[in-house]
């Protein structure tokens, strides 16, 4: 006798907010309101989303209001990040939407007299024999939506899709083409004040004492605010706001900074550290290989400024112990949980709206930035402040991302086949996002009289796709291996989350090594990998990378190809690259050709432009990024000192998507990375013959390598 079916399960995000209400409302004459507790960051996930929401509820895609989150009334699904949006809030929202469906015919059915099997719903006109009719708008008085969603709905089989899986017009886009103001930055309050804050050039510093004579001198100045290390201004336009600034700066006084590592041995400074040390996997072989050799590397990735095209912004207003905050912070919820801490009010007197952002990769300042405007528009009677940092101090005092020091042994046997794999990082914690400890992770927070220890960063749990071990476990099939982690216990460089947190350096690494290894077998890169691959997804994505790259061709002078690939987390969207470089003077990547299947793409269009976003970033990050500081201060602080790349230096990226509309859609905003870089790596050693294992893949770390290998 087989085993009986589990019992049905919401959706997690549905299930820790299953009021029905909470993720669709009717609204007006034919249109439907859709909240999410995701938000948009540039990555279409409104878009798709509305995709979900027409598709299940048969109605017209324009009939879809896609509402921005906020505390105030949307489902808490935590931070928009890890490429979860559509793998959480859009299973969720299919749910919901399939539900209230449902909840409809059945209503339908009882005005109209028809069995509801016998009813169609056409863009939310509900019709059956006889050319009887109704819509959800007549019904929405009949229909109450207060109700927990029910496990036991059932959302459309593939085949009776029709929005979700075809190229939809983003939502976003015309306002961002029209220059329609739509970013924070761009959207001022009425009565609206312009804040600014004052914080130090050298790392640690902390502020002990401040002359405001000169300040208080400066026209439109409204208020200067100081709380222990805390200072700021506040006046009636940013001009004056930075005049009072300067004038701030001037008479300040503070104490001497931290040091922070030698930026030239970042390996040696992380290895050094006070670490705690995880054990992620071991597998374990019971014959007894016989070693011919060991192969033993270091890679390393530097700290990565997010680098945000606009520096962060926020607007607050108090109203008695209430507040409002306007941020593009990627978790309301979690934001609102920080400022309550620091505050000391309760949650529910905090208000925290979401508008985008024009740029953000993870934990940038936004959350910052949002106390900073807290905090200064307490002094000001209930009138709304703005505050933008400046570019200097988002590359000063945003968090980076982490650099890594990762070391991988390959045992290999008399046929240079891998017999023993151990792969070791070194890093600190890849997550210091707010709202997930008892303390908040908030700078300004650090600052104040009463101040918080700045928080050292953590790693998610492997569950959730880990942090400095994202993607060390090899997905290839190999006899043994040993993954540890070591997490540094110091952080004189604040880190946080970056795109893709560790995968980008771990499959660097990986794939790296697995290129060497077929190179000394004289076996060709791709043969090499499909050989140690069992999961036929990995291979098909492969395969069709290489078939699209018409991979080889024949060998060019100063020319390279090269290959990469990943399933991001282990569990997410899979994805292979090949690169085609030039490498007569400097690198420069000419072409990057892709394969992802991230289940069923919801809206083909935007998964082409995630992996299109994602692979010209990793581009960026392999041949430039690289945070640079003294042992004072960070030394990076404008685009001059902090290179990204240019229009003019963006390859051509061509991307096919392996379509499997019968598996559930994950996402593919950090797919790319991964693969990307370790297949640049892989093109220059193809054309110049070293291998580059210290990133970014600038001509001096080429030349190093070369005086290395002779």
Known sequence: MSAPSPAPTLPVSLAANPKLSSWVKLVGEGRVAISSGKVEIGQGIVTALAQIAADELDVDIGRIEMIRASTAASPNEGVTSGSLSVQQSGRALRHACAEVRQRFLTAASERLGVDASLLEIDDGTISGPGNVRTSY????????????????????????????????????????????????????????????????????????ALDETATRAVPGLVAIVRDGGFAGVVADSEVAAEAALKALRKGATWSA??????????????????????????????????????????????????????????????????????????????????????????????????????????????????????????????????????????MSHAPFGAAMAIEIEADLDADNEIVGWRHAIWSNGHAARPGRAAQPALLAASEIATPWPRMVSTNPPAANGGGGDRNSVPLYDLKAWTVTSHRLLTMPVRTSALRTLGGQGNVFAIESLLDEVAALRGEDPIAFRLRHLRDERAKDVIRAAARRAQWKPQKQAGIGHGVGFARYKNTGAYCAAIAEIEGTDDIRVKRLTLAVDVGEAINPDGVINQIEGGAIQATSWVLKERVRFDRMRITSTSWTDYPILTFSEVPMVDVEIVQRPEIEPVGAGEAAHGPVTAAIANAVYDCLGVRVRDLPITRDKIIAAMELAS
Request: aromatic share 6%; charged share 25%; with cysteine.
């Open 137 to 208: 708008w007549e019904l929405a008085c009949d229909v109450s939506l207060d109700h927990d969603a029910n496990a036991g709905a059932t959302a459309k089989i593939v085949a009776k899709r029709t929005v979700a899986g075809h190229p939809v017009q983003r939502i976003d886009i015309p306002d961002k083409v029209f220059a329609r103001a739509r970013f924070i930055h761009d959207c001022p309050l009425p009565d609206l004040l312009h804040g600014r804050v004052l914080r130090p050039d050298i790392s640690g510093a902390r502020l002990i």
């Open 257 to 394: 900074g931290e040091p922070l590592p030698d930026e030239n041995d970042l390996a040696g400074f992380l290895k050094s550290q006070p670490v705690e040390t995880t054990v992620i996997d071991v597998r374990t072989t019971a014959a007894t290989p016989k070693l011919a050799r060991t192969l033993r590397r270091q890679y390393i990735r530097p700290y990565i400024a997010h680098a945000s095209i606009a520096p962060s912004c926020a607007m607050a207003r108090w109203n008695g112990d209430r507040v409002h905050v306007w941020t593009h912070s990627q978790g309301v919820y979690l934001l609102r949980a920080d400022l309550a801490i620091v505050l000391k009010v309760p949650a529910e007197n905090i208000v925290v709206e979401h508008m985008e952002g024009a740029g953000c990769y993870g934990h940038n300042a936004a959350d910052d930035v949002a106390l900073d405007a807290v905090l200064l528009a307490k002094a000001v009677g209930g009138r709304p402040v703005r505050v933008q940092w400046s570019r200097h101090d988002e």
